[in-house]
Nanobody, 115 residues
């Protein structure tokens, strides 16, 4: 019954910003680490970053310095703040969460960056 629901995707111009949200529901246990991924057409899924329950973060080289992950444990929500967006950031963005019940994925949200 654990579900992840993403929102915030859309169309933005190069150099602009966008904030994605991922809300976890249905879990009766604490949410551990959460992660963001993306997948462009014709490409494999790419790891973007990770945040622990305590708020410690790790980023891939492709987005560090431009993307910031945060979370609000009281609202079971993780965020991805994306700044200085580039056309190559265009992809479907997915969130992932770990709990004692298993490993869960969101449905994905489309981000399109125009040149």
């Amino acid at each position: 019954q654990v579900q992840l629901v993403e929102s915030g995707g859309g169309l933005v111009q190069a150099g602009g910003s966008l904030r994605l949200s991922c809300v976890v529901s249905g879990s009766r246990f604490s949410i551990g680490a959460m992660r963001w991924y993306r997948q462009a057409p014709g490409s494999q899924r790419e790891f973007l970053g990770k945040i622990t329950r305590g708020g410690g973060t790790t980023y891939s080289d492709s987005v560090k310095g431009r993307f910031t992950i945060s979370r609000d444990n009281a609202q079971n929500t993780m965020y991805l703040q994306m700044d200085s967006l580039k056309p190559e950031d265009t992809a479907v963005y997915y969130c992932n969460a770990n709990t004692s019940e298993g490993d869960f994925w969101g449905q994905g949200t489309q981000v399109t960056v125009s040149s």
